[in-house]
């Protein structure tokens, strides 16, 4: 008994630690590549419009809800302390911080993260990477280069753009039961917020995006022959993707708290 | 007398090698524990039409991958258009490996193309700078070799099985290559449309005067396309001889593969 449970954990670890060499392994030819000519320029441009424009209406939609909601739910509380006119101050700091660059790049994970690593398993299943290759391009570069880089570009853009939103949801809100002129509340958002709130959380998604595109390209790339392994590389690229954003924001917090002592 | 015979005998050995365009000696390939190729020894000819049988698993696939390099050998030699592949530096593989085209078990179009662009994708690839009309006559032309012109503005999920592999061949065909490397060409397909693909399979060989090896369980594609018939077995060649030879050998296991 003992000695089973005992071998099950080691391959258990065994599995954890190969997987984490092969990530590493396979983000460090990511930079190795980027680095050498050829550029392919065009599919990068290509895939960031996809990227970027797929996933637009979803986070527009979602960060609008957001920033109304928090504001509704948030009042009542804020109106307990008789503070309601910190309301626009706290709102915006929690959307810019924290809610937008995180609920964005979930969503992100989900729709692109999930299709970069479905996309590429397929076109390994049906070996159409095989055929890329025999077609004097080198398909790391011309496939998981170009994507990888793309998420990363894009992420920090649909970030903002989540976050404009979120306000404008959030101007809304407070008109629900109040009445704010635009002027007054985004210059109260503007005067609330600091250096320190809007640069780190934007950096932040930087390396959210990256995540996202290796841990796709990734799980797509090297996944196993077979249609279900198409499934299984969208659906692990989004789990895995996910928890990737969670961890990096904990680092990130810890590091900006660090910075501003 | 002895200077001209062995010039004579000379020259002769030339013309031999000039002729051999794919020869694998010893050739071997291993995926950790699982030893697929285990002695390979096999000699394509110019113009020849070689077909390969064997059982699914087999490591067949494997073979021809190792001659366009989508799977490296561990041990043996391959030699490609007289030149040992394991001598030559990169730029000079890359010019050989230019003349073998390979015709994928599934196609392989790529989903996110139309017919045309998957066609001009390994045009652009190879000649960065073609003009956009000489691109044009030479996918037409290659559209038109495989019979579907038509088809020109399809995205492969528009096409069947069969004009699948047309596509498939015809994006192969564009690059005029020397060798052409076909996995399982009718595989999936109804007795009709593998009977049409076994046919341009014919024609691309008079047309382009390639040498080709194709990989099949078509036993009526092998009568049909065989100059030279290869059996596959436990990672060595098991048999081999003309189509006829091989129907009429007395090993059971071999003829279960012409019933
Ligand atoms: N890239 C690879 N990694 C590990 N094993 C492989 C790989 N490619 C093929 N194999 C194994 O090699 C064997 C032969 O495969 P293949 O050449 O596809 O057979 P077939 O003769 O049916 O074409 C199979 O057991 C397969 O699992
Ligand atoms: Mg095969």
Same mark, same amino acid.
């Given at each position: 008994?003992?000695?089973?449970?005992?071998?099950?954990?080691?391959?258990?670890?065994?599995?954890?630690?190969?997987?984490?060499?092969?990530?590493?392994?396979?983000?460090?030819?990511?930079?190795?590549?980027?680095?050498?000519?050829?550029?392919?320029?065009?599919?990068?441009?290509?895939?960031?419009?996809?990227?970027?424009?797929?996933?637009?209406?979803?986070?527009?939609?979602?960060?609008?809800?957001?920033?109304?909601?928090?504001?509704?739910?948030?009042?009542?509380?804020?109106?307990?302390?008789?503070?309601?006119?910190?309301?626009?101050?706290?709102?915006?700091?929690?959307?810019?911080?924290?809610?937008?660059?995180?609920?964005?790049?979930?969503?992100?994970?989900?729709?692109?993260?999930?299709?970069?690593?479905?996309?590429?398993? %397929?076109?390994?299943?049906?070996?159409?990477?095989?055929?890329?290759?025999?077609?004097?391009?080198?398909?790391?570069?011309?496939?998981?280069?170009?994507?990888?880089?793309?998420?990363?570009?894009?992420?920090?853009?649909?970030?903002?753009?989540?976050?404009?939103?979120?306000?404008?949801? %959030?101007?809304?809100?407070?008109?629900?039961?109040?009445?704010?002129?635009?002027?007054?509340?985004?210059?109260?958002?503007?005067?609330?917020?600091?250096?320190?709130?809007?640069?780190?959380?934007?950096?932040?998604?930087?390396?959210?995006?990256?995540?996202?595109?290796?841990?796709?390209?990734?799980?797509?790339?090297?996944?196993?022959?077979?249609?279900?392994?198409?499934?299984?590389?969208?659906?692990?690229?989004?789990?895995?993707?996910?928890?990737?954003?969670?961890?990096?924001?904990?680092?990130?917090?810890?590091?900006?708290?660090?910075?501003?002592? | 007398?002895?200077?001209?015979?062995?010039?004579?005998?000379?020259?002769?050995?030339?013309?031999?090698?000039?002729?051999?365009?794919?020869?694998?000696?010893?050739?071997?390939?291993? $995926?950790?524990?699982?030893?697929?190729?285990?002695?390979?020894?096999?000699?394509?000819?110019?113009?020849?039409?070689?077909?390969?049988?064997?059982?699914?698993?087999?490591?067949?696939?494997?073979?021809?991958?190792?001659?366009? #390099?989508?799977?490296?050998?561990?041990?043996?030699?391959?030699?490609? $258009?007289?030149?040992?592949?394991?001598?030559?530096?990169?730029?000079?593989?890359?010019?050989?490996?230019?003349?073998?085209?390979?015709?994928?078990?599934?196609?392989?179009?790529?989903?996110?193309?139309?017919?045309?662009?998957?066609?001009? $994708?390994?045009?652009?690839?190879?000649?960065?700078?073609?003009?956009?009309?000489?691109?044009? @006559?030479?996918?037409?032309?290659?559209?038109?070799?495989?019979?579907?012109?038509?088809?020109?503005?399809?995205?492969?999920?528009?096409?069947?099985?069969?004009?699948?592999?047309?596509? #498939?061949?015809?994006?192969? @065909?564009?690059?005029?290559?020397?060798?052409?490397?076909?996995?399982?060409?009718?595989? #999936?397909?109804?007795?009709?449309?593998?009977?049409?693909?076994?046919?341009?399979?014919?024609?691309?060989?008079?047309?382009?005067?390639?040498?080709?090896?194709?990989?099949?369980?078509?036993?009526?594609?092998?009568?049909?396309?065989?100059?030279?018939?290869?059996?596959?077995?436990?990672?060595?060649?098991?048999?081999?001889?003309?189509?006829?030879?091989?129907?009429?050998?007395?090993?059971?296991?071999?003829?279960?593969?012409?019933?």
């Amino acid at each position: 008994m003992e000695n089973s449970s005992k071998t099950i954990s080691d391959s258990v670890l065994r599995k954890f630690f190969l997987e984490v060499y092969s990530i590493s392994a396979f983000t460090l030819r990511f930079f190795k590549e980027v680095l050498k000519p050829p550029y392919e320029l065009n599919e990068l441009l290509k895939q960031s419009f996809l990227v970027g424009y797929k996933s637009l209406p979803l986070i527009a939609i979602t960060g609008f809800i957001i920033g109304l909601v928090l504001t509704i739910q948030s009042r009542p509380t804020l109106a307990k302390f008789g503070a309601e006119s910190w309301l626009p101050a706290m709102v915006a700091v929690s959307i810019i911080r924290e809610i937008g660059p995180v609920i964005t790049a979930l969503i992100f994970a989900g729709k692109v993260g999930s299709g970069i690593g479905a996309e590429l398993a %397929s076109m390994k299943v049906t070996e159409q990477i095989d055929a890329m290759q025999v077609s004097d391009t080198n398909p790391f570069k011309y496939l998981v280069v170009t994507r990888v880089l793309s998420a990363t570009l894009m992420l920090p853009l649909l970030v903002i753009f989540a976050d404009a939103l979120g306000l404008c949801g %959030s101007y809304i809100g407070i008109n629900i039961k109040g009445d704010v002129s635009a002027y007054l509340y985004f210059s109260q958002v503007f005067q609330s917020l600091e250096f320190n709130d809007v640069i780190p959380a934007i950096i932040k998604t930087v390396f959210f995006g990256f995540a996202i595109g290796i841990i796709g390209s990734y799980k797509g790339y090297n996944s196993n022959k077979g249609t279900e392994g198409v499934g299984k590389a969208a659906n692990t690229s989004v789990v895995f993707a996910s928890l990737m954003v969670f961890i990096i924001d904990m680092i990130a917090v810890q590091i900006a708290s660090l910075l501003q002592n | 007398m002895t200077d001209s015979t062995t010039l004579i005998k000379k020259g002769d050995d030339n013309k031999q090698n000039d002729n051999i365009v794919v020869e694998m000696i010893h050739l071997k390939k291993s $995926f950790e524990n699982n030893h697929v190729l285990q002695d390979i020894n096999l000699v394509v000819n110019k113009g020849e039409n070689v077909v390969i049988l064997g059982q699914s698993g087999t490591g067949k696939s494997v073979l021809i991958k190792c001659i366009v #390099g989508l799977v490296e050998i561990d041990d043996g030699k391959l030699i490609l $258009f007289g030149q040992d592949i394991s001598l030559l530096k990169n730029t000079e593989l890359v010019q050989i490996y230019r003349k073998i085209g390979f015709l994928f078990q599934s196609a392989a179009l790529y989903d996110s193309m139309s017919v045309r662009e998957n066609l001009e $994708f390994p045009l652009k690839r190879q000649q960065r700078n073609l003009k956009k009309e000489e691109m044009d @006559l030479l996918v037409k032309e290659a559209l038109h070799d495989v019979g579907l012109e038509k088809a020109i503005d399809l995205s492969p999920s528009e096409l069947s099985g069969g004009m699948r592999k047309r596509v #498939g061949l015809a994006r192969t @065909l564009i690059l005029k290559p020397e060798i052409m490397l076909y996995d399982e060409p009718t595989t #999936g397909l109804d007795p009709i449309t593998s009977k049409e693909i076994s046919n341009l399979i014919l024609e691309v060989q008079k047309k382009y005067n390639t040498s080709s090896i194709i990989i099949t369980h078509d036993i009526e594609c092998a009568k049909l396309i065989a100059n030279r018939v290869i059996v596959i077995k436990d990672g060595v060649c098991a048999a081999e001889g003309s189509y006829a030879d091989l129907e009429k050998s007395t090993d059971p296991w071999i003829r279960s593969f012409f019933e």
